[in-house]
């Protein structure tokens, strides 16, 4: 396997950095600042005005949906040649926006790009390939182990010409944002159906449908994120338009796998650039601060943690690049055992760098002044998101002994 870039690759990387260097780092006061005057506003989850400046300057630069393989819709980029470019994005978790390449938008753009009817393509895909709306994967439910989707509740009922959906889902990533347009929710239209995994089906429904509330917002950690948010949400008969089912009845978990690969393996690019900028920052703090007549970077305990951070990364990388050419080469289903193993390493590696770095800023590192305490809740997110841990492990052993048995 040869990961060197391609000169493609390598100019794309190069441009992105130095847009980051130009652009990202310099403005994060200013995110800040128009974030919390959004609250004050009573506005937390609206449009911040810096994000939208910079969308206009990465998409006139050709930084924009880089995450697309289509070419028709997107950079043409292989899995392989995407990860050095998502990984420089991650080094603040919210600038991946900025590019049109955060999630959830990414994975339903995907979605659209992948299983929709030329009409569902024509009203919702081409906005979110401009950048003009934000979207929402409405998938956990907080009555159910959602760790086993089998489980989902949620009901999608044909009555007519439409589908009535009811249920509750919670942790929906985006859904609290104003530009927020679309939910893709999975639910069940077959919950009899002898097979398990035809009995869920996702259909797309704008969020201004009457008998959707958003109920709350959630916190990850006890911090909100706005402008995000991660809501819960109310579906109480709420009717759209049979032409608004993907693929058809029966077909969520066809969707659903063809949609999670890429965005799991994406989240773990993202993860490596935050653990680079973690251990970046722990570096330079211990190389600024004196304790017991000494600098911290001439402690053993400090440089065993250096060294011990660096080898994390470069274990996640180089099995993240392996599992993305694998997925270039051979398909998603048959590098399944390679994403869930990526899945697992990823935030468990990368989540121990960034506690090391909260531990090296002392006080500091649990506050508000650096960015590490929004990557840790990040990086410990992952840990659930998108498959639990042990999901992804069960699935390993699985395959790996499926040779045995």
């Not at 998409?59 to 070419?71: D, K, S, T, V, Y």
């Not at 043409?76 to 991650?90: F, H, R, S, V």
């Not at 900025?98 to 081409?126: H, K, M, S």
């Not at 600024?288 to 470069?314: D, H, N, T, Y």
Request: aromatic fraction near 6%; hydrophobic fraction near 40%; charge should be neutral.
């Amino acid at each position: 396997m040869d990961f060197e870039h391609s000169p493609k690759v390598a100019a794309l990387r190069a441009q992105l950095q130095a847009f980051m260097d130009e652009h990202v780092y310099p403005n994060e006061q200013r995110r800040e600042d128009e974030l919390a005057a959004n609250a004050r506003a009573g506005r937390p989850c609206a449009t911040v005005p810096v994000i939208e400046e910079l969308k206009a300057k990465a998409r006139a630069a050709g930084l924009w949906n880089l995450f697309l393989p289509e070419p028709e819709h997107g950079a043409g980029l292989t899995n392989l040649e995407y990860a050095p470019l998502a990984e420089i994005m991650g080094r603040r978790y919210w600038a991946s926006e900025i590019f049109n390449c955060g999630a959830p938008d990414t994975g339903n753009t995907e979605v659209l790009a992948r299983y929709g009817t030329p009409e569902q393509q024509q009203r919702w895909l081409g906005p979110l390939l401009a950048g003009e709306i934000r979207s929402a994967f409405a998938m956990t439910e907080p009555d159910v182990a959602s760790s086993d989707a089998t489980n989902i509740e949620c009901s999608i009922v044909r009555d007519g010409d439409d589908y009535v959906i009811n249920g509750r889902k919670w942790y929906i990533t985006g859904a609290a944002n104003e530009r927020c347009k679309l939910l893709i929710v999975m639910g069940k239209t077959s919950p009899d159906h002898p097979q398990r995994h035809r009995q869920q089906s996702m259909i797309l429904v704008p969020m201004d449908t009457p008998g959707i509330t958003v109920v709350r917002d959630m916190a990850l950690l006890g911090v909100y994120d706005p402008p995000f948010g991660h809501p819960e949400l109310r579906f109480q008969n709420v009717r759209v338009p049979v032409e608004n089912i993907l693929l058809g009845e029966g077909r969520g978990f066809e969707i659903a796998q063809g949609r999670l690969g890429p965005g799991r393996i994406h989240h773990c690019m993202r993860a490596i650039g935050m653990a680079e900028a973690a251990l970046e920052l722990m570096c330079r703090r211990l190389a600024s601060r004196k304790a017991f007549g000494k600098l911290l970077a001439e402690q053993g305990v400090w440089r065993e943690r250096i060294a011990e951070s660096r080898m994390l990364i470069e274990q996640t990388r180089w099995m993240v690049l392996h599992a993305a050419h694998r997925m270039d080469t051979v398909g998603n289903k048959v590098a399944a055992q390679e994403i869930a193993m990526i899945k697992v390493i990823a935030p468990n590696n990368c989540v121990k760098v960034v506690d090391w770095a909260m531990q090296a800023f002392g006080a500091m590192g649990l506050s508000q002044d650096t960015p590490l305490t929004a990557f840790y809740a990040y990086e410990r997110h992952l840990r659930i998101a998108d498959g639990p841990d042990e999901v992804h492990r069960n699935a390993i052993a699985k395959q790996e002994l499926a040779r045995y048995l």
